[in-house]
């Protein structure tokens, strides 16, 4: 048998094989109906389900099989970026980038930040430093006498506080009373005062102060003018205001009190007894002319007579014009006898003395 006929016959076998099969049949898709709702002239209310929204949960994308975790969500979080670069799926992870979300906390930060920053310039700039202080109704002080004391409790002409500039320049200048003060920018103070007018000078030892006409005292400053001139081997007798401690105990109790409620300035201020005060001026107008008067705690007061003795006629005008007489005669009589007395007094006109040491 040939090799041509081997051929024909392998085809017709193959051939034969093929039709012995059974043929597939192609299914075809069924063609829904749609079933249309009858209509009625009734309306009638739909019963709706509510749609649940859809959450789309994201699945992370790994080049390995091995579930990865979820990471909470916050308010700053990283976003994961994946790019695909080949058609095989190979992934390349890119930086992360944050996820910065601004709100009003942020803002009032910024804003905090900005004010600290703008008071801290304010209050240290030199241009705002008190320097220019101009000070009107002074009289016998100045200024430059003054300006150390508003430096001293003031830096910045933002931080002035009023209240503490005139209560220290009342401690220390209390024959200062403050009307007013007042602040301009960018470095000046105004401030008015009325200065108390010295009416007696009074001098003990070598320490001597004013009295002006209230009985209020005060070291003496500038040029006084006229003015009564009193001399004492005694202290000033004084309007007691405050508390004496007689002991230990008494003192600590002051002291208690004082660092509770301090002074006030007008607290602090000292006053000359009255009665005192009164008799100074009643016997100024007494005493012979360029004498000086004198005061002693027994005698009350007198001058300094001319003729080198001292003479004492009490605390009141009392009977001065019997006094007066009643001293010319000791006098005329120590004259004669050849006396020269140290000390006269006629405080009692029917007990008068007088001390030749």
Not at 251 to 279: F, G, W
Request: proline fraction near 8%; aromatic fraction near 8%.
């Amino acid at each position: 048998m040939s090799s041509r006929d081997q051929n024909t016959t392998a085809r017709s076998e193959v051939v034969r094989q093929r039709r012995s099969q059974p043929e597939r049949k192609v299914k075809m898709p069924e063609s829904k109906t749609e079933s249309r709702p009858s209509v009625s002239n009734v309306w009638q209310p739909v019963n709706r389900q509510p749609v649940q929204p859809i959450r789309h949960q994201s699945v992370p994308v790994s080049r390995f099989n091995t579930p990865a975790r979820t990471m909470p969500h916050t308010a700053v979080s990283p976003r994961k970026i994946n790019y695909k670069v080949a058609a095989n799926g190979v992934e390349t992870r890119m930086l992360s980038l944050p996820t910065i979300q601004f709100n009003w906390q942020w803002v009032s930060g910024i804003l905090t930040v900005i004010l600290i920053a703008v008071a801290l310039l304010l209050t240290n700039l030199t241009v705002f430093q008190v320097n220019a202080i101009s000070v009107d109704g002074l009289v016998r002080l100045t200024a430059a006498d003054i300006a150390p004391v508003v430096q001293e409790n003031s830096s910045s002409i933002f931080l002035v506080n009023r209240n503490e500039i005139i209560e220290s320049l009342s401690f220390a200048f209390p024959e200062l009373s403050v009307k007013s003060l007042k602040t301009a920018l960018p470095s000046s103070v105004k401030i008015v005062v009325t200065e108390r007018q010295p009416i007696l000078s009074w001098t003990t030892g070598d320490q001597t102060v004013w009295v002006d006409s209230e009985g209020v005292l005060f070291p003496p400053r500038g040029d006084s003018g006229p003015i009564l001139y009193i001399y004492s081997d005694d202290p000033m007798p004084l309007t007691r205001t405050a508390p004496i401690a007689e002991d230990p105990l008494d003192y600590l109790v002051i002291t208690l009190n004082r660092a509770e409620t301090p002074l006030t300035p007008e607290e602090a201020l000292k006053h000359m007894s009255p009665a005192v005060l009164k008799a100074a001026i009643d016997f100024s107008t007494q005493m012979p002319e360029g004498s000086a008067l004198i005061y002693d705690t027994v005698s009350g007061m007198g001058w300094k007579d001319a003729r080198g003795w001292t003479v004492f006629f009490g605390s009141t005008l009392e009977n001065m014009a019997f006094k007066q007489s009643e001293y010319q005669a000791i006098v005329d009589r120590l004259a004669a006898l050849g006396i020269t007395p140290t000390t006269i007094s006629v405080e009692y006109a029917d007990a008068p003395y007088y001390r030749t040491e």
